[in-house]
């Protein structure tokens, strides 16, 4: 096993952003790097568990936004191109005809992998989502402790 170690906060809650970034991450726990994923604000769409949403102990604005947000990511939109969602169909059908994975795939093999899936605990209550209904791999920081990790991190990526 490697010492290397990447960080990636992970900012978009685009498809085709997500993809890059969880390839990234495979990849690099491939070659034995550790990994931590950082998620904030919108890129905490793709930590939502589609089965798990909840409405209870929300303000009107929460509950609103949760219900009109992603519920996960095979919901995210593409970040060009996405017509009403016709481009993001066109891109799942081409990766499809290539046998390429999708991005739950993806996530699944990180998990699976050992990335560190990280939320942050400010861009969680901005959003009035809760810690429940994320994947169960998540652990919430402030983002002093996503500094102490990014600061010793061989590579540093913000997506």
Same mark, same amino acid.
């Given at each position: ?15 085709d952003k ?28 793709l930590l ?27 919901? /995210?939109? &593409?970040?060009? =191109?996405? +017509? ?8 799942? @059908?081409? %990766? $499809?005809?290539? *046998? ?21 605990? /400010?861009? &969680?209550?901005? =959003?009035? +989502? ?8 998540? @652990?919430? %920081? $402030?983002?002093? *402790? ?8 061989n590579m540093?990526?913000?997506?």
């Amino acid at each position: 096993m490697s010492d290397k170690h990447l960080n990636l906060l992970m900012f978009s809650g685009d498809y085709d952003k997500a993809l890059a970034a969880l390839i990234i991450a495979n990849g690099a726990r491939d070659m034995g790097t550790s990994v931590t994923m950082f998620f904030a604000f919108w890129g905490l769409l793709l930590l939502r568990d589609p089965t798990k949403m909840s409405l209870e102990d929300k303000t009107a604005w929460e509950k609103m936004f949760s219900t009109m947000a992603p519920r996960g990511p095979e919901q /995210l939109p &593409l970040s060009k =191109m996405n +017509f009403s969602g016709i481009g993001k169909n066109m891109l799942l @059908e081409m %990766m $499809d005809n290539n *046998k390429a994975p999708s991005l739950s795939d993806f996530l699944r093999g990180a998990r699976k992998k050992g990335v560190k899936f990280c939320a942050c605990k /400010l861009s &969680l209550e901005i =959003m009035g +989502f809760k810690t429940e209904e994320l994947i169960p791999e998540v @652990e919430v %920081m $402030d983002v002093h *402790k996503y500094l102490a990790d990014a600061m010793q991190a061989n590579m540093q990526l913000f997506i």
